[in-house]
């Protein structure tokens, strides 16, 4: 039988980060995996059991100055990850940088080579509870995305997109969705 080795507890020393700001919150119960890999701008605050997935090597991840990351987010950024400023990122968001390639029929999904696919969430966004972001998404300023929204494909600027998948049914900006 082959014998398993866990990733780490979770645990985390401040002194461990690639960067961090003045004024950063972590609640209770938060996680942390590879935080030489991560960097956080000031007076980010990351609400409870939210889970930090850094990876060992890549891109890493970078969360801008002054966001909020509700309780019990998922992170993970082996394809890279950057987070603007001023994000509000509701409970539960799940944000993923990787899939497996589909192997054929015959053999399992998880066979399949893994695609690192990078993440970009602009400035001012609002990522609402529950929230889905899928691998190789980039996510414009100022865009508002409904709760429960997977969102599998770009978002323009000051877009409003709800659904699964996600569609923009408005803009912020006065622009018509059509």
Known sequence: MKAFSSHGSGEFDV??????GAGVVFEA???VFHPETIELGD???VGHQAILKGYYQGAG???GADTWIGQQCFFHSAGGLRIGAAVGIGPGVRIITSNH???GPDRPIMDGAIQFRPV???DGTDLGVGAVILPGVTVGKGVQVGAGAVVAEDLP???VAAGVPARIIRYRDGRDAR
């Not at 002194?15 to 961090?20: G, I, W, Y």
Request: proline residues 4%; glycine residues 8%.
């Open 43 to 45: 007076n980010v605050y």
């Open 157 to 159: 600027d000051f877009a």
């Open 15 to 20: 002194a461990d980060f690639r960067a961090l």
């Open 120 to 122: 970009s969430i602009g």
């Open 29 to 31: 119960g938060v996680l």
């Open 61 to 63: 991840m970078q969360i």
């Open 101 to 103: 390639d589909d192997p």
